[in-house]
């Protein structure tokens, strides 16, 4: 049994007075929820306000990038290692957002995987099709891709600390959802690949979450489908008595 991840991806919101708020009031919420984990990703300037006033709770801190690079003239980058030091213990990695705004490819999403692990974090690694990539029935090759290239140089001895979210691009922001079904069927198709690469075990143990328009009205359907160990949430996310109301689903 996969204990349950619900993480909040801020996206470019809030400031550092504003984060501090909705911590003090998500950390009343999960008191007594130690059946799943409760990750909240802010934006880089609030994450070591935030990882001080996380200490000793049970939630996950989260980044929502990093750089693909170590150290050095990068100007304007935050490496893994900064990250790790501020207080993350997660990161997100290959957001859709990041992939088409940003224009990161499979390569640099994989250097990126790469640069976590080291420092110790745990990737939440965002994959998923767009509305072209879905009507033209290429969904199962263009995750098949994404997980192929993105996770190709992870040992398997690194799975154990992976995390997978799968976004349908046209569900973000959408106010649309994957019906749990589209959800639950791609869910089973990721873990099917993890298991031909790695074995049974880690594809097994390996959580794989959704996003796209999680609500506290649809979180519950999801969570009901076997493959589906979480979400990633985005606006739902930003209001804390929202969010609460996902994460106690
Ligand atoms: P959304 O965003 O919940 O607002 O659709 C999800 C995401 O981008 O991770």
């Known amino acids: 049994m996969i ?20 911590v003090s009031r998500l950390m009343q919420l999960v008191i007594g929820m130690n059946d799943r984990q409760v990750v909240i990703a802010p934006p880089f300037t609030a994450l070591y306000a935030v990882g001080a006033a996380l200490k000793g709770s049970s939630i996950g801190l989260a980044a929502q990038n990093l750089s693909e690079n170590k150290d050095g003239a990068y100007t304007g980058e935050v490496s893994a290692r900064m990250l790790a030091d501020a207080g993350c213990t997660h990161v997100i990695i290959g957001h859709s ?37 879905r009507e033209s029935g290429r969904t199962f090759d263009v ?78 359907k999801l969570m009901a489908q076997p493959d589906i160990n979480g979400a990633l949430v985005g606006g739902a996310g930003l209001n804390v008595d929202t969010f609460g109301k996902i994460i106690s689903f």
């Open 3 to 22: 204990r349950p991840i619900i993480a909040a991806n801020w996206k470019m919101n809030k400031t550092v007075s504003e984060s501090l708020d909705f």
């Open 97 to 133: 957002e990041r992939r088409t705004i940003f224009g990161e490819s499979n390569d640099v999403i994989r250097a990126k995987i790469s640069m976590a692990l080291q420092s110790g974090m745990q990737p939440i690694v965002c994959i998923g099709e767009t509305i072209e990539e």
């Open 143 to 220: 995750i098949a891709k994404q997980i192929k290239e993105g996770l190709n140089q992870i040992e398997t001895s690194d799975i154990k600390h992976i995390i997978i979210a799968y976004e349908p691009v046209w569900a973000i922001g959408a106010g649309k959802t994957a019906t749990p079904e589209q959800a639950g069927e791609v869910h089973g198709f990721i873990r099917k690949l993890m298991e031909e690469r790695y074995g049974e075990e880690p594809a097994r143990r390996l959580p794989v979450l959704y996003g796209g328009s999680v609500n506290p009205d649809n979180i519950g």
